[in-house]
């Protein structure tokens, strides 16, 4: 028992490191990615908006995606969504549950893409410039130029070498405004997340505690069912796998043994376990003649004959399907593998 | 009991050696955040103190609540403090240890990024330098009151046309950053003041209910972890049963159809499922029925 205690506390805890890892490296991809990407504002009234708004949105909702695709226990939450009822109940706040922690997870990595894109300012700058209080922060006597006009010049702020509106507003003032406002509003970002995600996770012990730790049970069994299933099958194809190659050489063993009359048709006594387990093929000639059947006949899928093998039938439903099966009142044979 | 002593003093020490890593990856996350950080001052009359100020004091919030949040035994804290009496009573001292201690993890990174802050300067700089006497510096006497402001507003920016090539405006940035830094070591040395005479004279005071707080509270954390891994092993148990009673069925169902029997020489490895068809049937139903969550049949036998 004890090594079946520290073999599930290690899976435990390496599949929360694991999941916790993913999101330390998608966190980390993220804030690389906006420092290698090389943004270039337009510098155009229209287009300004829509590059800088496009830069700060897009990318954030594509690794939010991400962060679902590469959590392999999407698949896990579609399927129990999904699934028949039958004879189990589906409780949907297991499903809940299971949404809500990937979805947490998912948007670390947009989060940190946003957070660093308004703290640099580049972003915010290129999107308002043309917005920028020109009454306040320009030049008052200069005089005045059609909107058109001044949204041109205005466009132009984040282009340095281009700029050519210094008397109407110094490039700097402007630059150095609509930054303060772009790192005001990341920290505000950033203190709203973090507030929300201590209220979240410090309200919920004093309201639905109970609820919270059924869901996680069943939720964390859900996962360890499918994935003992699929051991299990994995198990079984293999038993399979071995029975039915050991029949197939048997046949060729006895199909030979019919064809050629001078082989041996029992392995003598004393040949010992090398020679059974050559199941009666000894002869360049006949291994290949074996392999060739292999090629051209596999086998049916089925270990017990009732004649000679009817064979390949691999989309063929070979008996009727049964009536539901009512629930099950016999005791069961109980296999014990602790 | 000797496996049982080594695990739970494994847990013991790895759950306070985990805590302060984290603390200390945090104060580290907290620096090097300031140092990435761009700061640049808006040189605008009233933006500048809004500016410094938020600067100075939201980061920190920001990073204490990441510390509450990063912290495990806040949350054992919570449930603790929260869970119906039942049959064990709740010891209020615990708590308060329990707290207390999270609290003073927690504020190690804010308290790191303001004292960062105050050193480099450039915070205060840019939130006061309009605030200051124009009396005290040469350079502001010959302008109107209002000409005054912007230019003590620009004080913070070294690169701006005007302030490149005035000496008033060092003279400014040298007296604030002086006050700065005083400021920022005064704190530090209070800190750490205050941090030797509780660590020293604490023993002085309660230590009996001192370690009697500190034992529960490590008590309720490992209980937590066991509970959370005997969960674990529970559900592991429970999948297999009921995976393997689903298999049996799928025998009894098979053999209510079958007239060949299977044979007995297979044994535990291909219980019943032995053909294609068979297996076919299986993972439909696998689909479409699961069993239900009860394995008492089995159990009872």
Known sequence: ?338 | MDHLRMILQYFQSNSESVMNGICGLLALASIKMYTCFDFSCPCLPWYNMAYGLGIMFVPPIALFFCGLILNRQSLVMLEEWRRPQGHRKKDLAVIRYMCSSILQQAMVAPVIWIIVTLLDGKCLICAFSDSVDPEKFVGFTNASPVQVQQLLAKVPCKDDELMRNNTSHKAVSRYLCCWSQALGWSILLILIMAAFLTRWFRPCFNQATLLQARHWSNYIDIEQKIFEETCCEHSQLFAHMCILHFFESMRQEIKLHNFSLPSEGEGDLLPGITDQDQMNKLLKMWYYEKPPLDVSQVTQR
């Not at chain 1, 504002?41 to 496009?54: D, E, M």
């Not at chain 1, 990318?59 to 995606?65: A, D, E, G, N, Y």
Request: aromatic share 10%; glycine share 6%.
């Open chain 1, 1 to 338: 028992m004890d090594k079946f205690r520290m073999i599930f506390q290690f899976l435990q805890f390496n599949q929360e490191s694991f999941m916790n890892g993913i999101c330390g490296i998608m966190a980390l991809t993220s804030a690389q990615m906006y420092s290698a990407f090389d943004f270039s504002c337009p510098c155009l009234p229209h287009y300004n908006l829509a590059y800088g708004l496009g830069i700060l949105l897009v990318p954030p909702f594509i690794l939010f995606l991400l962060g679902f695709v590469l959590n392999n226990n999407v698949s896990m939450l579609v399927e129990e969504w999904r699934r028949p009822q039958g004879q189990r109940e589906k409780d949907r706040a297991v499903l809940r549950y299971m949404f809500c922690s990937m979805a947490q997870r998912a948007m670390i990595a947009p989060a940190v893409w946003v957070l660093v894109t308004l703290l640099d300012g580049k972003c915010i700058t290129c999107a308002f410039c043309t917005s920028v209080p020109v009454e306040t922060l320009g030049n008052a006597s200069h005089p005045s130029l059609s909107q058109g006009e001044m949204k041109r010049v205005l466009a132009r702020i984040p282009c340095k070498e281009i700029y050519d509106g210094q008397e109407l507003i110094v490039n700097e003032v402007a630059i150095r405004y609509l930054r303060c406002i772009s790192q005001a509003l990341g920290w505000c970002f950033v203190l709203l997340l973090t507030t929300l995600a201590f209220l979240v996770r410090s309200l919920r012990p004093c309201f639905t505690q109970a609820a919270f730790l059924k869901s996680r049970y069943w939720s964390h069994y859900i996962d360890i069912e499918r994935k003992l299933f699929d051991e299990t099958c994995a198990e079984h194809a293999r038993s399979f796998a071995k029975v039915s190659i050991q029949q197939f050489f048997e046949g060729m063993s006895t199909d030979l043994a019919a064809v050629r009359c001078h082989l041996p048709r029992k392995v003598p006594a004393d040949a010992g376990e090398a020679t059974e387990k050559l199941l009666g093929i000894t002869d360049q000639g006949t291994m290949n003649m074996a392999l060739k059947s292999w090629h051209r006949c596999k086998p049916p899928l089925q270990l017990h004959p009732p004649a000679l093998p009817s064979g390949n039938s691999w989309a063929v439903e070979g008996q009727p399907p049964t009536h539901t099966p009512v629930p099950r009142r016999e005791t069961a044979a109980y296999y014990s593998w602790v």
